[in-house]
């Protein structure tokens, strides 16, 4: 690799606020803030909105979208396309 072009690459803790979940893991990414871990070492911390603890796929909770349902009353709402 070319020296001086790439970034650094360390243990960074991300943490799921919905979830009350943290992980620590090496990124890129870097931070202001910072948590002392479990194994008494302290980390920069990234706040993340979504991880795998809190997504609607990964948990179960995902809803199915009637798609056609939606269109069916958009056009009762609204009329069809087209039609005078």
Same mark, same amino acid.
Do not use: L, Q, R
């Given at each position: 690799m070319k020296p001086g072009i $790439?970034?650094?690459y360390g243990p960074?803790?991300?943490r799921d606020r919905a979830a009350n979940y943290a992980f620590l893991t090496r990124s890129t990414l870097t931070s202001d803030k910072t948590?002392?871990?479990e194994? !008494?070492?302290t980390y920069p911390v990234?706040?993340?909105?979504?991880s $795998?603890?809190?997504h609607p796929f990964?948990? !179960?909770t995902a809803r199915v979208l009637d798609t056609a349902g939606r269109v069916e009353r958009f056009e009762r709402r609204y009329g069809r396309r087209g039609a005078n």
């Open positions: $790439h970034p650094a960074v803790v991300f948590i002392e871990w194994d !008494g070492n990234v706040d993340v909105e979504v $795998h603890v809190s990964y948990t !179960g």
